[in-house]
């Protein structure tokens, strides 16, 4: 196993079973009861629930006893295109990768189901659901060695691929930086959504760097540019119109979501979250 996905998985692990996480958050608690027990009638209860089989041979009025069963499907989705791969502090990616071991460890722990999806300009991985330690190690590895560099992000396949694939519904983790056109009216309608929005605090407030030999790291293709202020203006525009029209859009749909950047506590934006 690679070095750096190791040590993701031994710190999210830790951090989720000593408690710095809470219990997985959620619009819905289950879909359906199943039975618990019989126990004798008690004024009030709902003479629906009587079990008349063991009524009649016990000779004194039984209830079932049903329990919530509260099992949730965990699908954490990534987008890892070429953007992914950058970063000042930590690469994006690398980010990404501990989000997918805290929400697969935070799964295990309350007994969900986890799935792991990887996408960039297709699908690249989906996994089956699974209860298993081992479907986390090989979730985070797998976003470890992945190769963003010159894949685009398709987020209209993305969604669509999730809404076809992913039919029981479930409390769906979108982690992206979430530039671009993106829609997930369609996810909303049918799972519950949060969007892990990963960034890199220079993305949002670059400096003048001046004249510069750049790479497109979704195209792979290489051109000068002027970085000045006059420039920086108008890309800080641009990314504050996308993040102002996601914000709605997350909004109109109840989709919740949090910005976490690449020197953020990791663990602690996710609880904050939780806890909202």
Known sequence: MDKKAKKIILKSKKQVYSDRLGNNPSMFHGEG?????????????????IDWKSTAKLGKPFVKVYKEERELNIVVASMLNGSTYFGTHKQKIEIIAQLVGLLGFLAIKNSDRFTHAIFADKLYELTKSSKKFFSVHQAVES???FQPLGKEGDFAGMVDTLYRRIAKKSLLFLVSDFVGEIDLRILAKKHDVVALIVRDRFEENPQ???LLNMIDMESQKSFEGMIDLAAIKR??????????????HFKKHSIRFVKIYTDDAVAMRLARLFRR
């Open 143 to 145: 976003v470890v060695e």
């Open 33 to 49: 009861y199943e039975f618990s027990e019989l126990r004798e009638y008690l004024y009030g209860d709902d003479v629906r629930k």
């Open 235 to 248: 890309y800080k525009k641009a990314l504050h119109d996308n993040d102002e029209k996601l914000y709605a």
């Open 208 to 210: 003048e760097l001046g």
